[in-house]
């Protein structure tokens, strides 16, 4: 069966999940979607030589299971369930395999889950971004203490606020180790360590950047008022640069730029 058949039966089957996802493309996933579906079709401009034969099986439990969850599933659920359908197809078509990772990833990222990740995880991040800046400043002589999302140094509190819970890094991150996995032409193995790492890279990275405005905050450094929006892009770009070397160290040993 055609690839571009069974494309537009998915896409007629989950005809619900488009309208909800357009009007959630507000805010900056208004950005952030659009994009990733941008770069995910600019990787896949280049398609696998042999397919091999479809997996109508799989495709159709996922449609059928689609239909019988519809009533019962949240739309981020329906939409993840829809996307992860269609990212099976294009893998299969343009990457010969099950499914490809950089491809299901992309896909994942280009659904509205921002504010669910602000929700669920949000919290969580910044007090693990806390509870990481704690060893950081007392290494450099300070005796910091924490509570929840709240540094303690003498009598000055230093609250890690939303903006600082790294979500935004984290999307990013994960952006960037998709596409080095596809761009690299990691095998699934290679792309999960990758994908793993980076996650480790952004957390990391984020418990520096707390700790490193924990100086700004509390006036052991003073500076312009641009210092503190620039310490955000020196760590950022020091993460990305620490994912891209990640990835370049996993790559097979016989890889070659296409």
């Known amino acids: 069966m055609s690839p571009v058949i069974i494309l537009l039966v998915e896409v007629v089957a989950f005809w619900p999940v488009w ?7 507000t805010g900056e996933e208004l950005t952030t ?31 059928v299971l689609s239909a019988l969850t519809h009533h019962l599933l949240p739309p981020l659920l329906r939409g993840a369930l829809a996307f992860t359908t269609l990212a099976i197809t294009l893998s299969w078509w343009r990457r ?13 990222l280009a659904l509205p889950v921002m504010p669910s990740l602000q929700f669920f995880l949000g919290h969580p991040l910044r007090a693990l971004s806390a509870a990481l800046a704690v060893p950081l ?3 450099a002589g300070l005796d910091v203490t924490r509570e929840g ?7 000055t509190q230093v ?5 600082c819970s ?20 990691l095998d699934r193995r290679r792309s999960v360590v990758l994908v793993a790492l980076s996650l480790g890279a ?21 500076g312009p008022e641009w210092l503190h929006q620039g310490v955000g892009v020196v760590v950022f770009m020091a993460t990305c640069a620490l994912i891209a070397l990640v990835g370049w160290r996993v790559r097979p040993c016989a890889w070659r730029p296409s």
């Open 149 to 155: 999302t709240t540094l303690t140094w003498e009598s």
């Open 33 to 63: 979607g659009p994009l990733a579906l941008l770069v995910l079709g600019a990787l896949l401009f280049r398609r696998a030589e042999n397919p091999g034969p479809p997996p109508l099986r799989l495709l159709a439990t996922l449609l």
């Open 137 to 139: 400043l007392r290494m």
């Open 96 to 108: 010969s395999t099950l499914l490809h990772v950089p491809t299901w990833g992309l896909a994942m």
């Open 166 to 185: 790294g979500l935004r890094m984290l999307w990013t991150g994960l952006f960037l180790a998709f596409i080095l996995a596809d761009v690299l032409g």
């Open 202 to 222: 952004v957390v990391v990275g984020n418990a520096w950047r707390a700790s490193t405005l924990f100086y700004l905050e509390t006036g052991l450094v003073t």
């Open 19 to 25: 309208p909800w996802w357009v009007s959630r493309l």
């Open 159 to 163: 609250w890690v606020d939303a903006p």
